[in-house]
């Protein structure tokens, strides 16, 4: 039998608080205690019903009386997909499509709520500074005769700075902390 077949009205406004305070619980066990108590109140009086209502207590409490007791089924954790997609636009990103791919690597930073505030502002900040350093070095090079080092710097700088960003970031990922 369903749990709110052949209630009185009492019974049946009862267990709809029930069932209100249940529905964050785990399914198995919302439909458990709601079934254990409406076979409880089931064919009472008016008067039984509200007897037994005062006996079992506020719905509230039966809802965290039970969630308590249920172990704890921890949902997965955020994909690890994200931060490794992130991390290979980041990095090959500046190589694969110049610039933009870049650019959409910290657009991915920005927008991912698994990491702090804090984080992701220092890790948009690191790379950034990594590019900037890296053209001041292509720049200060251009035109002498060690442009060849004004090329390597522009060219490796990049990849080791933000494997070391998206390292950062990849060990920060889904870390719980103040934002």
Request: net charge neutral; no cysteine.
């Amino acid at each position: 039998m369903k749990p709110f077949e052949s209630q009185n009205e009492i019974a049946g406004s009862y267990l709809k608080e029930l069932q209100a305070a249940l529905r964050d619980g785990v399914p198995q066990v919302r439909d458990e205690v709601l079934n254990d108590i409406a076979d409880t109140l089931r064919g009472l009086d008016a008067d039984e019903t509200r007897a037994r209502i005062r006996e079992l207590g506020a719905p509230s409490t039966i809802a965290a009386d039970a969630m308590a007791e249920t172990p704890s089924l921890e949902a997965p954790g955020p994909s690890r997909a994200y931060p490794i997609i992130m991390s290979i636009a980041l990095i090959a990103g500046w190589y694969l499509v110049p610039v933009l791919g870049w650019v959409a690597g910290l657009i991915m930073i920005g927008a991912s709520q698994h990491w702090s505030s804090r984080v992701r502002r220092n890790g948009i900040l690191a790379s950034v500074a990594v590019i900037a350093v890296s053209t001041i070095g292509i720049f200060a090079f251009r035109g002498t005769d060690a442009w060849v080092v004004g090329v390597v710097i522009f060219a490796v700088l990049p990849l080791l700075g933000n494997i070391f960003v998206a390292d950062y970031l990849r060990r920060r990922w889904a870390v719980p902390s103040q934002r």
